[in-house]
């Protein structure tokens, strides 16, 4: 399997794998993607596809956090200004679960055969994958029943937003995945009021 990415916007690197999640590094600090995001990665027989769910920014150093600098700087950028070196002590990682996986050219919602590669690149998926793979919201099912720091209403929104915003009409898209949401969770009310209620842009 060969596919260029050269037009693609490249998102970080993956650092960490398991066959439900990865995590990636950053390539520039606070450059995360939003939360929500659909992204994907590439092995050598599949594309993996997965929805942001967790960032951090932290010290390079495990166990070492970063101490206040700015007491006699006017504003945040001043600080990195000042210690340039900073720059190279933090790095910024987000952390991805996987929903899909795409093999000669067709879709499966389901788990890949084997996690993602450590050093494989992250990519933010594009407008057109984006509406292709949200032509079944069989991966509302992962996110449902994932069990995450984030809690699962807040993981949900934040993918449907996302998603929604490459379609002319984003509202109708919202209103289909309610539908959909609506059988999945079996007329649980207050989980769907609570997803649907944020929803909004």
Request: net charge negative; charged share 20%.
């Amino acid at each position: 399997m060969n596919i260029r990415m050269d037009n693609a916007q490249r998102l970080g690197e993956v650092i960490e794998a398991s066959t439900t999640d990865f995590t990636a590094q950053c390539f520039e600090l606070f450059q995360s993607p939003p939360l929500g995001s659909l992204v994907k990665t590439i092995d050598e027989s599949a594309e993996l596809f997965g929805i942001v769910c967790h960032a951090t920014t932290a010290s390079l150093e495990t166990g070492r956090r970063p101490i206040a600098r700015g007491k006699d700087e006017t504003n945040d950028e001043a600080i990195y200004q000042s210690n340039p070196q900073l720059l190279q002590l933090l790095r910024s990682e987000f952390s991805v679960l996987v929903v899909g996986h795409k093999k000669n050219e067709k879709l499966y919602y389901y788990l890949p055969p084997k996690p993602a590669r450590i050093h494989s690149f992250v990519y933010l998926s594009s407008t057109d994958e984006m509406k292709e793979f949200s032509q079944s919201f069989d991966f509302l099912n992962v996110l449902l029943n994932s069990h995450l720091l984030i809690p699962t209403e807040e993981l949900v929104a934040a993918a449907l937003r996302q998603i929604s915003q490459v379609f002319e009409d984003p509202y109708s898209f919202l209103v289909t995945a309610g539908k959909e949401l609506a059988i999945l969770l079996g007329g649980d009310f207050n989980q769907i009021k609570t997803i649907m209620g944020k929803l909004k842009q």
